[in-house]
């Protein structure tokens, strides 16, 4: 039940994403209807999509690039996320050390060489999504998360990275909560940005390069045609039928049902959700301080990730991560009171000095998620496709690498990327259903379990760490 307090606070948001909600929103580009060709057929307008259009189009400007997308570029998790923008590749560096010992540092190089390139490709395209290379700052708010950030902070030196170990007094100075312990600030390895800002300035040089992009067309099937594949297609409010001949394409639709049967067993669809507040006045940002901007996490298993908006908003999300049975998706989901009720409860318990502060936004989205947290990629159809999914999360920097991925496999290359084990494995598929929801609820029942006993892992989670499953918050 909502409190009275937190009802308050929540009265007014708006049951849209914040970041959406803006009259920069570009106009949507018309539907694809009839007959079309194209040397490279990129299906979903994300950012998976949007780099591989932009990547291939410097590549070779020769080349006939044609994006469709069944909403609007960026409408989905493009435009939901928290926009922290990161240089792992492997969904944090104990992730990958775990998955990928032999190579990380070559991962760590490679994530580090991506987040450069985004920053240049924002140069060089004139991209404002409000980039700011301010680093996260992960805090413990129970005694025994302090002894995990002090490994962390260890295993991150090891591997080259700037970070500082802070303790209570030093971490409430750089962000001003009673919950905080302990600090880690992360600072070479994480950026902030507008996320939608950035889908749309991508779509903008996309459009600037020659790419085709239709908006408002959902592809309904792939099928081969001779040497090439051809993908059905309807489009706009009639839904009229077309279809694109194309001689490679990239698949780039995220956590939505796949056109590949195969992906069906590796990816789940998580909904999450967060909520951004009014502007802070001066006297409630003095309260909290936060002067470096840095984006934060607690170290929970369920945690919350937070920051600050370049207007002066907090966006606080996370902690809940819900499946629902079937891999079911739906409208209707991206809204759920109970969450942002514990959102709301959970915000004011760190930030009790924002007494009165209103909620402006509410809303939630899907992630794709995989049993190794981080992305995996393929090829089809003889490899005149290839794929990239499984992100978990970190796909705001991670999908610009793997759009290089999927067009070093469409060449069929062997290339210092392709050779990677990081590109050549695949996740453990989840079980069929019920088995999935589940196991999967077990799981989160399990990791909510051990938050409330100072981590402690249950037989079941202790079980799925043997076997290399897992489930993220």
Known sequence: MIGAYTGRALADAAPVPYW???????????????????????????????????????????????????????????GRNGGFCAASLTHGLANGVD???????????????????????LDEHGIDCDFERTGELAVAVEPYQLAGLAADADLARRHGHDVRLLDRDEVRAEVDSPTYLGGMWDRDRVALLDPAKLA????????????????????????????????????GREAAPGSVRAG???????????????????????????????????????????????GLADTGNQFHYYRITADGRILFGGYDAVYHYGNRMAPAL?????????????????????????FSHRWGGVIDTCTRFCPFFGTAYEGRLAYAAGYTGLGVGATRFGARVMLDL?????????????VRGTPLPFPPEPVRAVGINLTRWSLARADAHEGRRNLWLRTLDRLGLGFDS
């Open 410 to 422: 469409l060449a069929g290359e062997d290339t210092p990327l392709t050779r990677l084990a990081l």
């Open 334 to 358: 991206e809204q759920r009171p109970a969450t942002f009720a514990t959102l709301a409860d959970h915000f004011f318990t760190t930030f009790p000095q924002l007494d009165g502060v209103r």
């Open 20 to 78: 959406l909600d803006r009259p920069e929103r570009p106009d949507p580009l018309p539907p694809l209807h009839g007959r079309h060709t194209a040397d490279l057929l990129v299906i979903g307008g994300g950012y998976s999509g949007l780099w591989a259009a932009l990547l291939a189009k410097r590549d070779d400007p020769g080349r006939d690039v044609l994006l469709v997308e069944a909403g609007t570029c960026g409408w989905a998790a493009s």
């Open 248 to 294: 490679r394409v990239v698949l780039a639709t995220n956590a939505f049902p796949p056109l590949l049967r195969r992906l069906r067993a590796w990816l789940v669809p998580v909904y999450d959700y967060a909520l951004t507040t009014e502007p802070l006045t001066a006297a409630q940002r003095a309260a909290i301080g936060w002067t470096n901007r840095q």
């Open 99 to 121: 998955r990928f010992p032999d190579e990380i540092g070559e991962l760590e190089r490679l994530g580090r060489q991506n987040l450069d390139g985004i920053a240049a490709t």
């Open 200 to 235: 749309w300035g991508l779509r903008r040089a996309c459009l600037d390069l020659g790419v085709r992009i239709a908006e408002h067309t959902r592809v309904t099937g792939l099928r081969r045609d001779g040497g090439a594949l051809r993908a059905a297609t309807t489009g």
